[in-house]
């Protein structure tokens, strides 16, 4: 629980020294004016990494995104966008029926989101354009399986014991929609008068998506993303 508590410490300073570079921009960024009309539309394909909180062991991933980008002429946007993540997890053991010995070993958990994030985003530089993104999101998983092996160890009234291991491939119900808050820096290559953007960023999800007698599964994963971005 030390190192869950230490990690949520450190992205939660993360978190705030994004936001502080935000809002201490903001009064430059109010001064300034649209000059022309701009419809800027982004998508972008990630590598994801969730990593381990309570019980859980990071696995690759992969995810799809499009965005649109509000404000655009001035130098903090407004990112509004829909996502399609996959994520996977491994975990040792959990207990799933609340008896000791009994629940599922060795499971990999895939979770497959709709996520919506809304970022504030600090744009600095003319021809290569550096970026910061602080902002918050909300995931709703539409499916996901858990593969792993159930064993159950049942001490009978006799003084026999009685063992019960299968394998299991089934489909998991996970609670939503999974919130949380993210931050991340990128860049925006100019080519002609489009961009290409190169970004990685972290997820902090903090609801518990299963949350099963001691056991906890929660959702957080880096990600390095490259896409493109079409100026209209």
């Known amino acids: 629980m030390s190192a869950f508590n230490d990690k949520n410490c450190i992205m939660k ?3 705030l020294i994004l936001l502080s570079v935000l809002l201490s921009s903001s009064h430059i960024y109010a001064q300034e004016t649209e000059t022309k009309m701009s419809f800027p539309a982004e998508v972008m394909l990630s590598l994801n990494r969730t990593t381990p909180s309570y019980g859980e062991q990071g696995r690759f991933g992969f995810g799809i995104g499009a965005y649109s980008v509000l404000f655009s002429q001035k130098r903090c946007n407004l990112i509004l966008g829909l996502e399609y ?3 996977n997890l491994f975990v040792e053991y959990i207990n799933t029926n609340g008896k000791w010995g009994g629940g599922n070993y060795n499971t990999t958990y895939s979770i497959n989101n709709i996520g919506i994030p809304v970022c504030f985003r600090v744009n600095m530089g003319k021809k290569v354009i550096f970026f910061i993104e602080a902002g ?3 995931d709703f998983a539409i499916w996901g399986k858990g593969d792993g092996t159930y064993k159950l160890v049942r001490y009978n009234l006799d003084s026999t014991i009685t063992r019960i291991e299968k394998p299991f491939n089934d ?3 996970y609670k939503a ?3 949380g808050i ?3 820096v990128g860049l925006r290559i100019p080519v002609q008068k489009h961009e290409i953007l190169i970004k990685g ?4 999800g903090i609801r518990k998506l299963i949350d099963s007698y001691s056991t906890y599964i ?7 993303s490259a896409g493109f971005r079409a100026n209209f």
């Open 136 to 138: 918050a999101f909300f």
């Open 182 to 184: 993210q931050g991340g």
């Open 201 to 204: 960023d972290y997820k902090w």
């Open 13 to 15: 300073h993360l978190f």
């Open 177 to 179: 929609p999974n919130v």
């Open 85 to 87: 993540n996959k994520n």
């Open 218 to 224: 929660h959702n957080s994963y880096w990600r390095f």
């Open 171 to 173: 489909k998991v119900s």
